[in-house]
């Protein structure tokens, strides 16, 4: 069977060539995409929004926990050029299932291009459980390889360190990407590190100022672990904004302290950045505090530092 | 969907993958349409025009996909069916909720439609009837919201007290239970009003009533059931013609039905004799090659390849549609000119995976059993394998099963070499 051997473009073309299609004889497509893995999927979503993005479509992304009514937000929300990335299906299940299966000719009505990314179980419990809603599909497209760890490796950093948001909601959806991502890692490694971070960064940004520092510090004890010293050194800054924002003065410069000693020994020059942290924090909390934290702390921070690991 | 002008054969392989849409239900008079082998839609249409002592109620269903809804369109455009008729078509999705969907809903939904259908067509009822509709309708508002209307005529009032009954019977969960609580102890009142209706439409156009009630096939089976077995004489009692789509595993549970005897089963195009599936209904395929022939032209695809994909089809139209589609899809990614067996074998491939991934151990034993016997007896409670078209009816001198033609080579390899059942 020649179908194994096909490659990832070949299959991510696929679905591109079966939108694009649709799009230039208005037509309505119902796609789902099967994936095994969300680090795969994430490459999948990225490299088919951006040939759709060179094909003039518009991807727009949908929770179906937050729109259990599916048909109607496409109907609501569709112009010619959308494609719906549906997401979460599982979370919208069983009122989701309901709505796709009994408003199914909405999606037609309406022309809408959909592709709903979905794992084995849920595409299964679609075909059983929302039967009429199914026999309209057009095609499945299967991403099932498990990708190896060199293949996930260089498009995920990015991602795993990006934090960069607009909107609270896609906060949330990277929060929860992201905590999907760590569940799948058996290893503690390098990647774990990063996701953690950012997902430190993400946490803080929505004020659960407790479970970033909880994700700061597992973060770290990774990069203690694999010896990454570039990352302790960015974990302990990290950590160090995280403490301040809990007012903890004392563990926050501390963290601040490492953070610039051990970016000094490898010449990294994220070091501007740390300095600057520390700056803020004697803005913050004044110079007469400052002084306290300079006298009491940076003589003990090499057993601060050795109390951590 | 294509629009009335985009009917036409497509040329290449782009247009030839727009016009096998799964999803395209055909209007009336649609050039794609093809007349099936002794016109099972005329049975209904004869049924339908006979004289009975009481207006008849009728049980329509088939398989998903077999074309129900294209030959509900064609039923209401029959001009004889025109004639003697004063049509209400209605879908219950469009009416009621159908995840929560009960015979109260139905009854209720066809009082209403048949009144709104009515007035909309620029008709008026009797003034005296149209009073006691009102003090109905607003005795059951009296425990619901009332409507504050201001129409600019009685039946425009009655109308707006309907439909803001049928929007809360749709979408207010709590609404919905206090309406039935107040019709269901008195449900022969409903029935007298709908009655009253009918009595008033036929009196006033010299024409029977016939009311058609579409996807009621679609909610789940034991709402179905619900429906029409324990409900069966309250559903059977307004006094016009009745046509009722119905879930097709309905007909194979165990329980008595008297919906049976008069029950419409669209047929699958029978492409096979019973017990052999090596043998060709020359018939079938001929009806299935014009399906295609008048969607796309010749060329585009490999005889052999249509054969293929007709077998693969089940004789199910929207199967043959899928499998063309995917079909289609594959030939233009590999640059081909013409659909060739390669592309049909990819998209029974496909088809074969979308099944795994629903059937069960236990289903593979019961498939098995069937596509060696074909026989229909026994398959009672068997009836998801029907709803999930991994079974398939046939109907001819007599009725028989076989397994979706995709799923032979499957259980081949699977009883043959002894393997571990797919897991689900």
Not at chain 2, 325 to 333: F, G, H, K, V
Not at chain 2, 403 to 416: A, Q
Request: aromatic letters at 8%; one cysteine or more.
């Amino acid at each position: 069977m020649d179908d194994a051997q096909e490659t990832f473009e070949e299959r991510v073309s696929r679905l591109a060539n079966y939108l694009n299609r649709a799009y230039k004889y208005n037509k309505p497509s119902i796609l789902f995409a099967m994936y095994l893995s969300e680090f795969l999927r994430r490459d999948i979503e990225k490299s088919l929004t951006r040939v759709l993005d060179e094909q003039g479509l518009e991807v727009v992304r949908v929770d179906a926990k937050n729109n259990k009514d599916l048909p109607a937000f496409f109907s609501a929300r569709n112009s010619g050029n959308n494609v719906f990335f549906v997401h979460n299906m599982e979370k919208g299940f069983p009122e989701t299932l309901q709505y796709l299966n009994f408003k199914r000719e909405e999606l037609v009505e309406h022309h809408v291009k959909a592709v709903f990314w979905v794992r084995e179980e849920e595409l299964a419990r679609i075909c059983l459980e929302a039967p009429d809603f199914f026999a309209f599909r057009n095609r499945v497209v299967e991403f099932m390889e498990v990708p190896t760890a060199e293949e996930r490796r260089p498009a995920l950093v990015d991602f795993a360190l990006e934090t960069e948001y607009r909107s609270l909601d896609e906060i949330k959806r990277s929060i929860e990407l992201k905590e999907k991502l760590l569940s799948e890692l058996s290893v503690k490694d390098e990647m774990s590190s990063y996701l953690l971070d950012s997902l430190g960064i993400l946490y803080g940004q929505i004020g659960s100022l407790k479970k970033a520092l909880v994700c700061f510090e597992k973060s770290l004890a990774i990069t203690q672990e694999i010896g990454d010293r570039r990352g302790e050194g960015t974990r302990l800054n990290n950590l160090g904004v995280a403490f301040t924002n809990l007012e903890k003065y004392e563990l926050a410069f501390s963290c601040y302290l490492l953070a610039r000693k051990i970016r000094l020994e490898i010449g990294d020059p994220e070091i501007a950045t740390t300095e600057n942290n520390i700056n803020e924090l004697k803005n913050k909390i004044g110079k007469k505090e400052f002084q306290k934290l300079l006298d009491t702390v940076e003589p003990k921070v090499e057993k601060i530092y050795h109390s951590m690991r | 969907m294509p629009e009335e002008e985009e009917f036409i054969v497509a040329e290449n392989l782009d247009l030839a993958w727009t016009n096998f849409d799964p999803f395209f239900t055909l209007p009336a008079s649609c050039p794609f349409h093809v007349e099936r082998e002794g016109k099972p839609l005329d049975k209904l249409i004869r049924a339908l025009l006979r004289q009975h002592r009481q207006s008849p109620k009728y049980f329509f269903s088939g398989h998903r996909g077999c074309g129900k809804s294209t030959e509900l369109n064609r039923l209401v455009d029959n001009e004889k069916i025109r004639e003697k008729f004063f049509i209400v078509k209605y879908s219950v999705k469009d009416e009621c909720d159908v995840n929560n969907l009960n015979y109260v809903d139905v009854l209720f939904s066809m009082g209403a439609q048949l009144y709104i259908q009515y007035i909309d067509a620029g008709k008026k009822v009797e003034p005296k009837l149209l009073e006691e509709l009102k003090s109905w309708g607003h005795s059951i508002e009296l425990e619901v919201e009332e409507t504050k209307s201001a129409e600019a005529t009685a039946e425009a009032g009655m109308k707006a007290i309907f439909v803001s009954l049928l929007a809360k019977i749709r979408s207010e969960s709590t609404t919905r239970e206090t309406i039935r609580k107040q019709i269901e102890p008195e449900l022969s009142v409903l029935i007298d009003k709908i009655n009253l209706i009918i009595a008033d439409i036929e009196g006033k156009e010299k024409k029977n009533v016939l009311v058609i009630i579409d996807d009621l096939d679609k909610p789940s089976l034991k709402q179905a059931k619900a429906i029409f077995y324990n409900n069966f004489t309250a559903i059977t009692q307004p006094a016009c013609h009745i046509v009722y789509t119905v879930p097709i595993s309905i007909f194979f549970t165990s329980e008595s039905t008297p919906i049976r005897d008069t029950k419409f089963l669209l047929p699958n195009i029978k492409l096979h004799t019973k017990n052999d599936r090596n043998t060709i209904s020359e018939r079938g395929y001929e009806l299935m090659r014009m399906f295609v022939y008048k969607r796309m032209k010749k060329e585009l695809i490999e005889p052999e390849a249509l054969d293929l994909a007709i077998k693969m089809s089940g004789g199910v139209f929207r199967e043959g549609a899928r499998i063309m589609q995917i079909a289609a899809d594959n030939a233009i990614e590999k640059e081909r000119k013409c659909i060739s067996i390669e592309d049909v074998a990819r998209a029974e491939r496909e088809i074969r995976s979308d099944f795994m991934r629903i059937l069960e151990s236990e289903d593979y034993n019961i498939l098995n059993e069937i596509s060696k016997s074909n026989e229909i007896r026994g398959i009672e409670n068997k009836g998801h394998l029907l709803h999930n078209l991994s079974l398939l009816e046939y109907t001819n001198e007599e009725s028989w099963v076989d397994i979706h033609p995709t799923l032979e080579e499957l259980l081949k390899n699977l009883f043959l070499k002894k393997n571990a059942l797919p897991k689900k």
